[in-house]
């Protein structure tokens, strides 16, 4: 037996005993095409992202406009009753000046300005109630559009 089959006969003893290892061979029409699937996948996903963000800007900004809105309509409506009150306590002040003029005696005068004074204590609780309630009911309607907004972010979080 000559050296070279020798050599040949081991090697395929080798082969059979490790197994031969064969590594695929670099392709680079599909490394191309797995890189373009990858890109576009990505670009779609960075769409998708976008838009997303996008459509949540949107509705944060038409929760902040609602907002700013129902805050001024909500301080409309306090200066509105505030100037209506301010008249109110002006034109009862005028009016028990009036009356004090005509005043004959002083016990008259001491009754007719205790009764004045629990009258203007009970507008002013009144009013203060009103004015209590107009500010509950403003607070909600400005927190409304904004808690909508973040509840709904709260809730496609939790899906995603």
């Known amino acids: 037996m000559n050296e ?3 050599i040949a006969d081991m090697t395929k003893t080798t082969q059979k ?5 064969e590594f695929p061979t670099f392709d680079a029409t599909q490394a191309s095409e ?3 699937a990858f890109a576009e996948k990505s670009a779609e996903q960075t769409k998708e992202a976008y838009s997303r963000m996008k459509s949540s800007a949107e509705e944060t900004q038409k929760a902040f406009e609602a907002t700013f809105e129902s805050a001024k309509t909500a301080g409309n409506e306090l200066t509105s009753k505030s100037i209506a009150a301010l008249r109110e ?3 009862a002040n005028l009016a028990h000046l009036e009356a004090l003029a005509g005043v004959r005696s002083f016990a008259e ?6 009764n004045f004074m629990r009258k203007r204590m009970e507008v002013a609780v009144d009013q203060m109630k009103d004015f209590q309630t107009t500010s509950q009911k403003s607070a909600e309607t400005m927190a409304k559009p904004m808690k909508d907004v973040f509840e709904k972010a709260v809730k496609e979080l939790r899906v995603a």
């Open 4 to 6: 070279n089959q020798r």
């Open 17 to 21: 005993d490790t197994g031969t290892v």
């Open 34 to 36: 797995q890189f373009r």
């Open 89 to 91: 306590g002006t034109e």
């Open 109 to 114: 005068l001491i009754e007719m300005q205790s």
